[in-house]
């Protein structure tokens, strides 16, 4: 009797768990975290298609659920400086791309009158531009190159002075240039034929420790205005410029 009943019992429990593993199991949404692209782009697409897998006597699926949304990170950039930059090389030649060299104050100049000992003699061009020669007195030499000069020098001394003057100007000594910021010693200094922006460094004393190397900015005097002009440290300067060395930022 009590076996009869022990088996009866067992019977009832195997068919109760076996009517349980036949049924089928509801579908379980899994959360998953934002994939890469949507941290970078802070943006998550539509939901992917559920997987499904078969087995016996049951169905499971899962769901990846978007995850929040993300805004994308602004990198802040570094502070802009505008500086207007000229086009084409910036050499310093007779004819270069910005034609010959012009005169201004600082200049010293060499002025031959032929026959003339007396009007050949060395002439500084002052703070107005002007040269000062006996006879003829003050004339314009700002904005004009060295045979322009020659011209108006002849011209005024063939007013009432010599009937036919032969004149002939060429530059003496340069006026000087000026090297501001990170150098060890800015200021001004004279300058020497041929100069880059690397000789001018050197002879301000070297780079500063904070100085910023590859470019510099350079102001200079073209058609009457001043122009900016980032040049790289090869560049050749011309008489009168003014050299900006700037600081690193890192």
């Given at each position: 009797m009590r076996v009869t009943r022990s088996l009866t019992l067992l019977l009832a429990v195997?068919?109760?768990?076996?009517?349980?593993a036949r049924q089928p199991l509801a579908p379980v949404p899994v959360a998953a975290a934002p994939g890469?692209?949507?941290?970078?782009?802070?943006q998550v697409g539509p939901p992917p298609a559920p997987i499904v897998a078969a087995g016996r006597g049951f169905v499971a699926a899962s769901f990846v659920a978007p995850g929040p949304r993300i805004a994308p990170v602004a990198v802040a950039a570094g502070p802009v400086v505008a500086t207007p930059v000229?086009?084409?090389?910036?050499?310093?030649?007779?004819?270069?791309?910005?034609?010959?060299?012009t005169l201004d104050s600082g200049d010293r100049l060499r002025i031959v009158v032929f026959g003339q000992d007396g009007l050949s003699n060395s002439y500084a061009v002052d703070a107005s531009g002007h040269i000062a020669m006996p006879l003829?007195?003050?004339?314009?030499?700002r904005g004009a190159t060295t045979d322009q000069l020659a011209l108006r020098v002849a011209d005024r001394l063939r007013q009432g002075f010599i009937r036919e003057p032969h004149v002939a100007v060429e530059i003496e000594?340069?006026?000087?240039?000026?090297?501001l910021g990170e150098v060890t010693q800015p200021g001004q200094y004279p300058y020497v034929a041929n100069m880059t922006v690397e000789i001018?460094?050197?002879?301000?004393?070297?780079?500063?420790?904070?100085?910023?190397r590859p470019a510099v900015v350079v102001t200079r005097l073209v058609d009457g205005q001043q122009v900016r002009m980032s040049v790289p440290i090869t560049c050749p300067l011309r008489p009168?410029?003014?050299?900006?060395?700037?600081?690193r930022w890192f």
């Amino acid at each position: 009797m009590r076996v009869t009943r022990s088996l009866t019992l067992l019977l009832a429990v195997a068919i109760v768990v076996a009517g349980c593993a036949r049924q089928p199991l509801a579908p379980v949404p899994v959360a998953a975290a934002p994939g890469i692209d949507s941290v970078v782009y802070g943006q998550v697409g539509p939901p992917p298609a559920p997987i499904v897998a078969a087995g016996r006597g049951f169905v499971a699926a899962s769901f990846v659920a978007p995850g929040p949304r993300i805004a994308p990170v602004a990198v802040a950039a570094g502070p802009v400086v505008a500086t207007p930059v000229v086009a084409g090389p910036l050499a310093y030649a007779p004819n270069g791309p910005e034609g010959p060299y012009t005169l201004d104050s600082g200049d010293r100049l060499r002025i031959v009158v032929f026959g003339q000992d007396g009007l050949s003699n060395s002439y500084a061009v002052d703070a107005s531009g002007h040269i000062a020669m006996p006879l003829i007195g003050s004339v314009l030499a700002r904005g004009a190159t060295t045979d322009q000069l020659a011209l108006r020098v002849a011209d005024r001394l063939r007013q009432g002075f010599i009937r036919e003057p032969h004149v002939a100007v060429e530059i003496e000594a340069y006026r000087p240039f000026f090297i501001l910021g990170e150098v060890t010693q800015p200021g001004q200094y004279p300058y020497v034929a041929n100069m880059t922006v690397e000789i001018a460094v050197a002879i301000a004393g070297g780079f500063a420790p904070r100085a910023f190397r590859p470019a510099v900015v350079v102001t200079r005097l073209v058609d009457g205005q001043q122009v900016r002009m980032s040049v790289p440290i090869t560049c050749p300067l011309r008489p009168g410029d003014t050299v900006y060395v700037q600081e690193r930022w890192f």
